[in-house]
Every structure is written in structure tokens, then in C-alpha cells.
């Protein structure tokens, strides 16, 4: 079973940038799909972006241009590099490792973004 650990959260003005990690325990990390999700207050988790084992990414539509996610095989890390932050990105940011039917949930990043 993988663990995953995020790391790189905290405060920041709008505009600004951080860099989220997530580092992963385990030896599915490499062939694994890996994904970071948010979850605001009041609302339901959601997608942000995803990469595959190949490297393919897919981004939600409001952070696309602004947020880069990465990962590093060698050192069972993925990334996500968020940039001109917005008030409503304001959120826990999540690290998923998906590969067929196992899955597994970091303990959440918070990330809080003023105006």
C-alpha cells in the first residue's frame, strides 16, 4: 500500500506562486497515474490535474495556463507548481495515486490564497 505525504502548503498573496509535493512510499509509484485534488470549505473535492505514468497531464478547466503538475520517478515525487493564485484557489490540496483498482489519499496541503 502507498503513502503518500504533501508537503509545500501555506499562505500567499494573490498572484503569487508555491510549489506543492507530494512524495510517495512504495514501488507502484513509477507505473501509477497520480492526480492532486482540492477541497474548499462547504464544497465537494475536485479534480485539479493529473498525470499519467507516461507523462500525459490533464488540467480542470480554471487552472489550466496558471498551474503545472510534474513528477519525478527516481524520486517517487510528483509536483504541482501553482502560479498567478487566485482567492478561490483557496483550498486542502490533495496528492491521489491511482493504478487499477488501488488507490490511495495524502493528508492534505493547506493552501490559503488573500486578496
Known amino acids: 500500500q502507498a503513502r503518500l505525504v504533501e508537503s509545500g502548503g501555506g499562505l500567499v498573496q494573490a498572484g503569487g506562486s508555491l510549489r506543492l509535493s507530494c512524495a510517495a512510499s512504495?514501488?507502484?509509484?513509477?507505473?501509477?497515474?497520480m492526480g492532486w485534488y482540492r477541497q474548499a470549505p462547504g464544497k465537494s473535492r475536485e479534480l485539479v490535474a493529473t498525470?499519467?505514468?507516461?507523462?500525459?497531464?490533464n488540467y480542470e478547466t480554471s487552472v489550466k495556463g496558471r498551474f503545472t503538475i510534474s513528477r519525478d520517478n527516481a524520486k517517487n515525487t510528483m509536483y504541482l507548481q501553482m502560479s498567478s493564485l487566485k482567492p478561490e484557489d483557496t483550498a486542502v490540496y490533495y496528492c491521489?495515486?491511482?493504478?487499477?483498482?488501488?488507490?490511495?489519499w495524502g493528508q492534505g496541503t493547506q493552501v490559503t490564497v488573500s486578496s
Open positions: 512504495g514501488s507502484i509509484f513509477s507505473i501509477a497515474t
Open positions: 491521489n495515486l491511482q493504478y487499477y483498482s488501488s488507490t490511495a
Open positions: 498525470i499519467t505514468s507516461g507523462g500525459s497531464t
